[in-house]
Each structure stands twice: as C-alpha cells, then as structure tokens.
C-alpha cells in the first residue's frame, strides 16, 4: 500500500532563519532554505502520524492543512521535538477524543515533568476530560505497536549520550537527532527504501550525525534513497544539494515522497 511522508519540519533547533544572523541563507528568498524545526508526517490512507511536535507544530499542522491526527510518536524530549505539545490542544479539542502518544519510558517521563499540567489539569471536577488541555494518552513503548492496524517500529538510536527514538514504518526509517546508530538496530532498518537522516551540516557535531557521516549511513543500510534533515544555515540549498551523494536529497519544509507499508 502506499504511504506519504512529509516534511513538517527540516531544521535544526534553532530554526533557519536563524535569530540575530544575516548569513546568505538565513536572508534568502529560495523556501527550500527555510528550516522550521524537524518533524515528520506520515500519511497511510486517512491515517495520520506525526512524528515529534516541536516549537513550530501549529504553522505546520495550519500548512500542511492537518486537522486530524491519529498519533504523535516522539523522537526525544529536546525543546525543538517536543515544545509544541500544547498545540495539540487544537487538535483534541476539535476531536473530542484523546490523542495516542507514543514514546519510551525514559522519554515520555520527561515529558510528564515538563508538562505536568497536561496531566494535573486532564480531568474537571465533574471528572469529565478538560478539553483546554492537549487530551494526550500516553503509551510507554519498546517494541513495535500498531496504529489502526499499521506497524510503527521504535528504533533505538544514540543522539550523543542521549538514547532516543527513530521510527520505522512500511519501507520508511526516521532516523532524526542522531549521532550513532547502535549495532541492535541495523537488523530493524533490513528492507528500508527511504532513510531520513540527521545530517545538520558539513561540520562534524558531538550529538548529529554530518552530511558525509550521513551518507555512509544511507550507504551502509543500503536503503534506496536518503533524505538529510535537521539542516543549520550552514547549508545552502541549490549550491549543496549539487555536493551530496547519489540519491540523497536534502530537505526542506513540505518536501513529501512516497513509501510502500
Ligand atoms: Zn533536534
Ligand atoms: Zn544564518
Ligand atoms: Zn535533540
């Protein structure tokens, strides 16, 4: 069957436009070198799941014309995944019916510490949900769970030190926020056509994978085509798309492609 995947965003943490800088890139007219912060979608028939909801979530569900959502996977809790959850608050309270939230334990009890409110403020007195709040239900995962019947594979990832979530679905791999891909993994990425990678930049980074390191990834899961994502103003779209290896594209805000699951 064939799937859609999106991009929401394609930025690094901070964003490009970057605040405070006037580089070529940050003050160009060219959209493919604008970088709202990295999210994805992905879209199997009326399915919808977003992956990460980060600090610019609300003008891309307003972009992407997304009024319904059936899942929110998240990657990490770093401010420009997660910063956005409250925006999903538009969304439940349309729907009248809590949003499945997926992550691993680790992450998601960042999540309850920095949201905690969500949690306090879920229920009204009357013990009727409140829908002022974001209506989230939270699924702890370490193993592959469905989604209206479609598999979502967590993908355990080093991002530094940090240990977070990829995701696969079908053909696809979100590999986001990612400096190392542990050994236990690889089996998990057999058979993936579209790889999204971090890449970031040309620099090497302690905590994201560079263009290059990039591409000797795409290389060696053998994946058909890599799409390089979480992009700094250090790349400049029409000079270094033309630099990047054979069958890897970079990304940019809305760019989609098509998948098999
Ligand atoms: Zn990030
Ligand atoms: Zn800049
Ligand atoms: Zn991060």
């Given at each position: 069957?064939?799937?859609?995947?999106?991009?929401?965003?394609?930025?690094?943490?901070?964003?490009?436009?970057?605040?405070?800088?006037?580089?070529?890139?940050?003050?160009?007219?060219?959209?493919?070198?604008?970088?709202?912060?990295?999210?994805?979608?992905?879209?199997?028939?009326?399915?919808?799941?977003?992956?990460?909801?980060?600090?610019?979530?609300?003008?891309?569900?307003?972009?992407e014309h997304i009024t319904r959502l059936d899942a929110v996977c998240l990657t990490h809790p770093h401010c420009d995944h997660l910063d956005g959850l409250d925006d999903l608050q538009g969304l439940t309270v349309y729907s009248r019916e809590e949003l499945p939230f997926y992550s691993s334990p680790t992450n998601l009890a960042v999540v309850h510490q920095r949201f905690g409110y969500v949690d306090q403020l879920k229920y009204t007195p009357d013990g009727a949900l409140r829908w002022s709040v974001p209506q989230l239900d939270y699924h702890e995962v370490t193993e592959p769970f469905q989604v209206n019947g479609i598999t979502v594979t967590p993908l355990p990832l080093f991002h530094g030190r940090a240990a977070t979530y990829g995701y696969r679905v079908g053909s696809l791999a979100y590999v986001c926020d990612c400096s190392r891909i542990p050994e236990e993994t690889y089996p998990m990425?057999?058979?993936?056509?579209?790889?999204?990678?971090?890449?970031?930049?040309?620099?090497?980074?302690?905590?994201?994978?560079?263009i290059l390191q990039a591409e000797d990834e795409f290389k060696k899961i053998g994946a058909k085509r890599a799409w390089l994502t979480h992009l700094t103003h250090d790349i400049l779209y029409e000079r270094d798309q033309q630099c990047v290896a054979p069958g890897c594209t970079l990304a940019y805000d809305g760019l989609s492609f098509d998948f098999e699951v």
């Open positions: 069957m064939k799937a859609t995947f999106t991009f929401m965003g394609s930025g690094t943490s901070r964003g490009v436009p970057m605040l405070c800088c006037d580089c070529e890139v940050c003050t160009s007219k060219d959209p493919r070198n604008n970088h709202t912060r990295s999210s994805g979608l992905i879209t199997v028939g009326d399915t919808k799941i977003l992956i990460d909801c980060g600090p610019d979530l609300r003008n891309q569900l307003i972009r990425l057999e058979g993936v056509t579209d790889v999204v990678l971090d890449a970031l930049r040309w620099k090497e980074h302690p905590t994201h994978f560079n």
